[in-house]
Every structure is written in C-alpha cells, then in structure tokens.
C-alpha cells in the first residue's frame, strides 16, 4: 500500500501555522488547511515514531546487553561488557514522553470525535509506551505527566505498582470500546489498516505481556489473570497467527522509511556474538542467513555462521576469522518492525502451561519456535524439532531460550525478560565489569535529578534504592 509523499513534519508545520487567532485568522481561514486535529492525524506519525526509536534502542543497547551482537574491535569498556553509562536511557525517557504527550492528543481527539476505536487505540499505544518507561527505570511520572499547559512542569513521580494498574485498567477499558462494526474514517494506519479485530487483538496481547512481566508480584495475580484472559477467547481475542503480529511495514514511501539512512551503518564495527549463533548452528536454524553474514577465514573462505564472544578479554588478535556480521538487507527499504507478535504470544502460552496454570506446553512451544522462524520469512525445516537441541524438554530453560531469538529486535523485551526470569544463561567473562551482573535499569536523566530535585527523590523512595544500574525494578524478583 502506497502512502501519501508529503512528510508528516510538513503536515505538523501546517498545523502549527494554522494556530493563529483573532479576526484575521477568521477572514483569512484557508479552506484547504485542516481546521483541527483528528485521531486519524496523529496515530501514523505515532506509530511510526515509536516503532523506528525502539528498533534504534534494540541495536544500540538490546543487542550488546543481551549477547546479540558485540562491538568489534572493543579492547575494554563498551555496554557488552556492563560499563553502562549515566546517560544511556535519556533518549528513550524525552522520545517516550514525547510520544506519550502525543498519544494523549490523539485520546483526547478521539474522545472529541466519540469516536471508541480510535480512544481505544491511544490506550493501547500509552500503556505500551509506559510499560518500557516504568519496565526500564522504575518509577516515573504517570499521572502529573505531559501537563505542562496545566503548570505541571515538575511532575511527581508514581510508583511501578500504580504504573501497572493504570496501564492494566486501560487496557481492559480499551478492549470493551473496541466496535468491530464501525469503520475507521481517517486514512488507513500503517500497522493495522483500519482492521479493528487486530487492534483488539494487539490490545489483549499487550496485556498477556504485561501480566508476564509483573508475575513475580502476588499483587494483580498475573498467572490467573493470563489464564483467564487466555481462555476467554471472544471475550479477549489475542493473536492467533503470523500474519495478525503488530509489524509495522515500513514501504519506503517518504516519510515511512528506513530509520537507517545509510544500512551499511547497521553493521558497522559490528560482529554477531558466539552466544547468539552456537545455538542456531546447533540446530541448523533457517534464521541464521536472514540475520547473519558467512564468517571468513584469512582465505576468505567461508566457515559458516561463527561469532565472537562476548565481553572477551584480551586482543582482537586473538580472532584469526572475520567473524559473521548483521545482514543489512534486515534495515533496507522495505522493512519490517515489530512491535509484538504471535510468537511472543505462543511462548506466553507455553510458559503458563509449563507453569500448570494451563496444558499443551510442548504444543505451545513448537508453535511459538514456529512462529518465530516464519516471522522473519524462514521456513521452519521438517525436522526442526526431530533434535535434542530444539526439542522441548520440559523446562521454563528451554521456551525462554527459544523465547529471546522470538524477541530479537523486539525493542528491550529480551533484556526486560532476562530480568524478569534469569534466562536465558548468558556466559560471562572475566572482562565484565559490575562484578558480572547483568544492569537491573537505567538512570534517571541528570535534567531529572536536577530540576525535578524533589520528585526525584521521592521517585528514589518509590524505587527503595539509589539511582544505579543495580537497583531492581518493582517486578524484578529473580535472585
């Protein structure tokens, strides 16, 4: 599907310009200018601004924190090996909030329009946006957020529980003003088309994933409420297949391009790690080709998919092969960018069951590696599963495994489910620094600290410790 070639910046501009007031602007109205903001205006730019920022933060940070890639050469330092910086999360805290802000614009417009769908849409987009906020630094502003035409320009912080009941109970509002039957008026969005069935099914398995996360808490009973959710299907219809995943299409077509103007930077001083490809070679996994290059030997030979560890201690001399690199084909016009997919719901599904909430875990399991595989257009071998390696064996070890390649690419959700459960077992080297311990959070922005001095200190209250990567989150209850 084509998109218009105007910019939505453009499209901005001329809304901004059309602010002025008083008898001029009513003699001088321009009958082409849009007159007021819609839903329809606001959910592209929305959508498109979320998606490219968390496919950014998954390749600058996910990737190095969860033994995806590692920067090489890196004789010492770097994020691969825990030397986490005081400013690593300030581009998602502004560009969250940013999107937060417009997001309520967009609620509040289709509210102006009693328009459902599209409130329930702006639910959905806001509780995800404050899952990550809170998921990634504790607690944040919520309630007193994007109010600054109010006065609230140093908003008060609110807990992570209070986050979560919040974004929760939007979600459940979300899912009962969902009108199948009623068009969407405004052009077609560029994740779903205007489909309301996959809204509502994006909006439900939003939910199911953050349930998930805060299952280590008795307070929302997770485990029950996600087999509740689960097995009222036309009630909380979630995805059921490939191709009902909220993936955003990226066409190419200004301004829904490639966030990577030059993809060659994708990879640039960039090697796949020894983690992240030991295991698919070890079961022969169709995605290697679609992520990886071919390492080289100093022949040039090629010797298959082989990385580099890592956090590796010593030279780069040490490494004798030109280890395989990130395809670049993956951030070239077209694109793809997920938000959350049916995979991810499959191994929901899997990890309830192996948990006894449910049944079918080993069922669940091969449809969640199944779904994963086809996600990123592989086709799944017919003796994928036939391997010791990729079969499942019972445990919470193996779907969590099979779960992180599900979740590549997938913003910071494997980092987000590492903390929440410990897998899957990352190998660790005596270059680490932080004692070998996986970063719990960012830091707040050093702006925060300063001008928002004492909300801030009431947020470090909220989160029961100091401001370092080392304080767990509310939900984070692993030992």
Request: a negative charge.
């Amino acid at each position: 599907m084509k998109y218009p070639a105007f910019s939505w910046l453009a499209l901005l501009i001329l809304l901004l310009l059309g602010g002025c007031t008083g008898d001029f602007a009513e003699v001088n109205e321009d009958p082409n200018r849009i007159a007021t903001i819609s839903p329809g205006t606001l959910v592209n730019p929305i959508l498109y601004d979320l998606a490219t920022h968390n496919a950014g933060r998954s390749h600058a940070i996910t990737f190095d924190l969860m033994q995806v890639t590692v920067p090489f050469p890196s004789v010492s330092g770097g994020l691969h090996r825990y030397d986490v910086s005081q400013n690593i999360g300030n581009s998602s805290w502004y560009w969250y909030y940013r999107i937060a802000n417009n997001i309520k614009e967009m609620r509040a417009a289709a509210v102006e329009a009693e328009d459902p769908n599209y409130e329930a849409i702006a639910l959905t987009l806001n509780a995800m946006v404050y899952a990550n906020l809170t998921d990634l630094f504790g607690p944040v502003p919520l309630e007193e957020a994007s109010r600054g035409e109010e006065g609230k320009l140093y908003p008060a912080f609110n807990s992570q529980e209070e986050v979560y009941a919040t974004i929760l109970g939007d979600l459940e509002r979300a899912n009962t003003l969902y009108e199948e039957d009623r068009d969407m008026v405004y052009a077609p969005d560029i994740l779903f088309q205007n489909d309301v069935s996959r809204w509502r099914k994006f909006t439900n398995s939003l939910h199911l994933r953050l349930l998930l996360r805060i299952s280590g808490r008795e307070t929302f009973g997770s485990f029950g409420r996600v087999a509740e959710l689960l097995n009222a299907p036309e009630r909380y219809p979630v995805f059921t297949s490939t191709g009902e995943s909220a993936v955003l299409e990226v066409t190419g077509v200004t301004p829904n391009v490639s966030p990577w103007g030059r993809p060659q930077d994708f990879r640039l001083s960039t090697k796949m790690t020894t983690f992240f490809l030991d295991y698919l070679n070890a079961v022969d996994d169709p995605r290697r080709p679609v992520i990886a290059t071919l390492a080289r030997d100093s022949a040039n030979q090629s010797i298959g998919y082989r990385g580099i560890p890592s956090a590796y201690a010593g030279p780069e001399s040490q490494f004798t092969y030109n280890a395989s690199t990130l395809n670049i084909e993956q951030v070239e016009n077209p694109m793809e960018i997920f938000f959350l997919t049916y995979a991810e719901v499959e191994f929901i599904r899997a990890e309830l069951a192996q948990r006894g909430y449910t049944d079918g875990a080993k069922e669940h399991y091969e449809a969640g590696v199944t779904a994963a595989i086809e996600q990123l257009g592989a086709t799944v071998p017919d003796d994928y599963f036939g391997t010791a390696a990729a079969a499942y064996d019972g445990t919470l070890a193996r779907i969590m495994l099979q779960k992180y390649y599900a979740l590549y690419f997938v913003d910071y959700q494997q980092w987000l489910e590492y903390r929440r459960t410990g897998l899957p077992e990352l190998p660790t080297t005596e270059a680490m620094l932080n004692d070998r311990r996986m970063p719990a959070r960012f830091f707040y922005p050093q702006d925060v600290r300063i001008n928002n001095e004492s909300n801030y200190r009431t947020g470090l209250d909220l989160l029961g410790g100091p401001d370092d990567i080392n304080t767990r989150v509310w939900w984070d209850t692993t030992d």
